[in-house]
T-cell receptor, first 115, second 114 residues
């Protein structure tokens, strides 16, 4: 069975703090894909990053960075120097390599950044 | 601006009404999706279309009827809905239905059933 766990339901930080959102996944597949999405109050899910199971290289994009570790089945997301505009719900999701289209979402982490 | 356009943004309807949600993308994607999202929950997959053919129906009640008239358009026809169907309905598209290509989502339609 596929499962994505985001243990942090809500996180509150003050602007300029660093924050890490945790994501732990379960799958027996050798080929799979991991995604992070951001959902602001407007409702749209905004794609942030994709990682496939064969690429454990960490990635940095501006203030965002991602740490993929197969040994711990984790794909954590760090925002450096957080800003109010980062306030949103963040979803981690997994797609199996062999399954048509299905995304397995975690329950999401509500991040609130206070000025 | 999102590249997946959904209309209307908000919809209020009675349980006996018939209405349709519309979704359009011009990215040349061949896979399109409908999701339902309740407050404080992740999106739940409803339907998947691949090359205009229905590939997945997640045991959705027949009061929801999807339609894919062409590769750019996806509709969701609604009839005799229940109050528990009130939710945010999200449309998404991706290049193909398999592989590592991400799904791109629209802003959604906020549906309220009276």
């Amino acid at each position: 069975a596929q499962k994505v766990t985001q243990a942090q339901t809500e996180i509150s930080v003050v602007e300029k703090e660093d924050v890490t959102l945790d994501c732990v996944y379960e799958t027996r597949d050798t080929t799979y894909y991991l995604f992070w999405y951001k959902q602001p109050p407007s409702g749209e899910l905004v794609f942030l990053i994709r990682r496939n199971s064969f690429d454990e290289q960490n990635e940095i994009s501006g203030r965002y960075s991602w740490n993929f570790q197969k040994s711990t089945s984790s794909f954590n997301f760090t925002i450096t120097a957080s800003q109010v505009v980062d306030s949103a719900v963040y979803f981690c999701a997994l797609r199996r390599g062999s399954t048509l289209g299905r995304l397995y979402f975690g329950r999401g982490t509500q991040l609130t950044v206070w000025p | 601006d999102t590249e997946v356009t959904q209309t209307p943004k908000h919809l209020v309807m009675g349980m006996t009404n018939k209405k349709s949600l519309k979704c359009e993308q011009h990215m040349g994607h061949r896979a399109m999706y409908w999701y339902k999202q309740k407050a404080k929950k992740p999106p739940e997959l409803m339907f998947v279309y691949s090359y205009e053919k229905l590939s997945i129906n997640e045991s959705v009640p027949s009061r929801f009827s999807p339609e894919c008239p062409n590769s750019s358009l996806l509709n969701l026809h609604l009839h005799a809905l229940q109050p528990e169907d009130s939710a945010l309905y999200l449309c998404a598209s991706s290049q193909e239905v398999t592989g590592d290509q991400p799904q791109h989502f629209g802003d959604g339609t906020r549906l309220s059933i009276l």
